[in-house]
C-alpha cells in the first residue's frame, strides 16, 4: 500500500482529502502542525508527500527543504491557495516536483499523485542494474529479466510495460482501461483480449510466490498483492 504523507492546517479540508485518499487505496498520515512533521517522517518513511505551504511553526517551503536533507528522491507536490508565479517558483526551488492551487478536485489530486508515484518507479526500475525486490522475486530493469526463485524469465517490451503499471499500483486497484490506454494506446476488443493473455502469463510468472497474486477485480481491473 502507498504510504502518503498529507500536511494541511485546515481540519475540514484535511478530513475530507484524507478519507477521500483512504477510500482510493492509499495509506495516508495527516499532519497539521509543521514543526511536528520531521519526528514521524523517519518512521513513517513515506512514497509521496502533500505538502500544504502556509502551516504553523514551520512553512511549507522550509519544511520541504528538510524533507530533502533527509529524502532527495521523495515525490513532493504543494497544494496551497497562493497563485503568485513568484510562489510556484520558490515551491519549486524549496524541492518540489509539482503545484496544486487550491480550490482543487480531488480527481486532479489523484492525477498528478498516481503521475508522481509511476515517475517515480519509473526512476527506479530504469537505474542501471538497480534490482528491485518482489516478494520472492528480483526485477532487474536494465536487463528485461525477472529472477524466480528457479530461474531467470526474459521479459518482452510488453511485458516491461504492464509490470511498471503494477509495479507503480502495488496493493491498489488498477483500473483496467487505464491499464490498456497506457500500455497499447487504446481499449479495443483485440486489445482487451490481448491483455487476457499477459494476465494470465504474469500469474504463470509469480506462481512461485504464493504470497504475490493479481486479483481480478469484476468490470473493475486487477489488484496486485505484494508482500
Not at 480531488?106 to 509511476?118: A, C, F, S, T
Not at 499477459?198 to 512461485?208: G, M
Amino acid at each position: 500500500m502507498t504510504k502518503l504523507l498529507y500536511i494541511e492546517d485546515e481540519p475540514f479540508l484535511g478530513k475530507i482529502v484524507k478519507e477521500t485518499l483512504e477510500n482510493q487505496g492509499f495509506n495516508v498520515l495527516h499532519i497539521s502542525d509543521g514543526g511536528k512533521v520531521m519526528e514521524s517522517f523517519s518512521v513513517f518513511n513515506p512514497d509521496i508527500c502533500i505538502l500544504d505551504i502556509m502551516l504553523p511553526n514551520i512553512d511549507g517551503y522550509d519544511l520541504c527543504q528538510q524533507i530533502r536533507r533527509t529524502n532527495t528522491a521523495l515525490p513532493i507536490i504543494f497544494l496551497t491557495a497562493k497563485v503568485e508565479t513568484e510562489d510556484l517558483v520558490k515551491g519549486f526551488n524549496a524541492g518540489g516536483n509539482d503545484y496544486i492551487r487550491k480550490p482543487f478536485s480531488m480527481e486532479e489530486l489523484i492525477v498528478r499523485i498516481n503521475h508522481q508515484i509511476k515517475a517515480s518507479v519509473k526512476a527506479i526500475l530504469h537505474t542501471y542494474d538497480d534490482v528491485v525486490k518482489i516478494g520472492n522475486y528480483k526485477f532487474i530493469a536494465s536487463r528485461y529479466e525477472l529472477h524466480t526463485p528457479s530461474k531467470i524469465i526474459r521479459l518482452s517490451q510488453r511485458d516491461m510495460e504492464i509490470l511498471e503499471v503494477f509495479m507503480c499500483s502495488q496493493n491498489r486497484n488498477i483500473d483496467r482501461k487505464e491499464l490498456l490506454l497506457t500500455v497499447w494506446g487504446d481499449d479495443s476488443f483485440f486489445n482487451s483480449r490481448n491483455l487476457d493473455v499477459y494476465i494470465r502469463k504474469f500469474r504463470e510468472y509469480f506462481s512461485e510466490d504464493k504470497s504475490i497474486e493479481i486479483i481480478t477485480l469484476k468490470g473493475k481491473g486487477y489488484f496486485f498483492v505484494v508482500p
